[in-house]
């Protein structure tokens, strides 16, 4: 790893200048914090081998290949903005690296404060716990996940970096008691619903922000059993959390109504367990096609439930259980 981080330390920092520019350019990066965790912590470090999608199935790059060509694509490629599939088993995708301008997004939406204690669920490459330890530094970072093989990439990869944040195989649906309590806790997998456990290990006021439906849930924690928030305006596709909370509900194509509209799929993926298709393209139709952050989640006590524009008004479906 060591040769690798020297053979393109230059090559790399210009290429993450490149990445900070585009990503500033489109409105996110507006925190001067976050602005130097992107820029100055090496994301190629973190996806030493990667897979890019190929006539049937997947391509691998990687950063020994003999041929300079393919060498210098795995570099681009690592500080492109989008998502990359680091983990690929039997031909399904298991693992990936975020969209740099999503993690920034996401990141911001935080309003973590110096001291504040992160727990991240997914720890997938390390390279978004990496950047939140650029941030608060690595005793403040705790970053989960399921898969060993994973969770122990992640750490080799945080400490090639200079990072020793606490890096466990566990299962995120659960959280992480030993380490808690927690300020902000932030998922980077998608789940049917939020965990029960994740509330009790927040210190009151914390945050909650995780991926939902096609969209991202922040939630303000009051106490151990209430959290209430909303969606963020943009949308947010993530591998799917594993574990005791790994089943989610049927949702799918809804197969009637705008298939192919984003915002009918992100409501789709809220109601199915209340709502039928037709209801569910009436609501739609009615409400005049409305934007994620427009809709809610509330927790309180044994329940939770998504809603449209108020917690306790007419629009309002349960989410299922979880541990």
């Given at each position: ?34 602005r130097?965790?992107?820029?100055e ?30 060498r ?47 727990l991240e ?40 970096c200079?990072y ?12 992480c ?44 924690v ?102």
């Open positions: 790893m060591g040769a690798l981080r020297d053979e393109f330390a230059e090559a790399g920092a210009r290429e993450r200048r490149a990445l900070v520019r585009e990503v500033a350019a489109d409105g996110v990066l507006t925190d001067p914090a976050w130097a965790a992107f820029a912590v090496p994301r190629h470090l973190f996806v030493p081998y990667y897979y890019v999608s190929a006539p049937g199935g997947y391509e691998r790059l990687w950063s020994g290949d003999p041929e300079p060509g393919r210098d694509r795995w570099l681009r490629g690592a500080y492109e903005d989008t998502a990359i599939a680091t983990r690929v088993r039997d031909g399904d995708l298991v693992s990936s690296a975020s969209q740099p301008s999503l993690m920034a997004l996401m990141l911001d939406a935080l309003e973590v404060r110096d001291g504040d204690d992160v669920i997914g720890a997938g490459s390390g390279y978004h716990a990496a950047l939140l330890c650029h941030r608060l530094g690595e005793e403040h970072v705790t970053t989960v996940d399921l898969d060993e093989e994973i969770a122990e990439s992640a750490r080799t990869h945080l400490a090639a200079g020793r944040p606490a890096v466990l195989a566990a299962d995120g649906a659960r959280g008691p030993r380490r808690a309590p927690y300020d902000r806790i932030v998922a980077t997998c998608a789940m049917p619903s939020v965990p029960y456990a994740w509330l009790a290990q927040c210190r009151p006021g914390a945050l909650i922000l995780a991926p939902l439906s096609t969209g991202l849930i922040l939630l303000r009051r106490d151990a059993a209430h959290a209430e928030g909303r969606f963020l305006a943009t949308s947010a596709y993530f591998v799917a959390l594993r574990g005791a909370a790994a089943q989610p509900p049927e949702r799918g194509n809804p197969g009637y109504g705008p298939a192919g509209d984003e915002r009918f799929l992100f409501l789709w993926g809220l109601v199915a367990g209340g709502l039928d298709r037709r209801e569910a393209l009436s609501l739609w139709l009615r409400e005049r096609r409305p934007e994620r952050e427009r809709f809610g989640v509330t927790v309180s006590g044994d329940r939770q439930w998504a809603w449209l524009d108020d917690p306790g008004g007419p629009y309002a479906w349960p989410l299922p259980g979880t541990v």
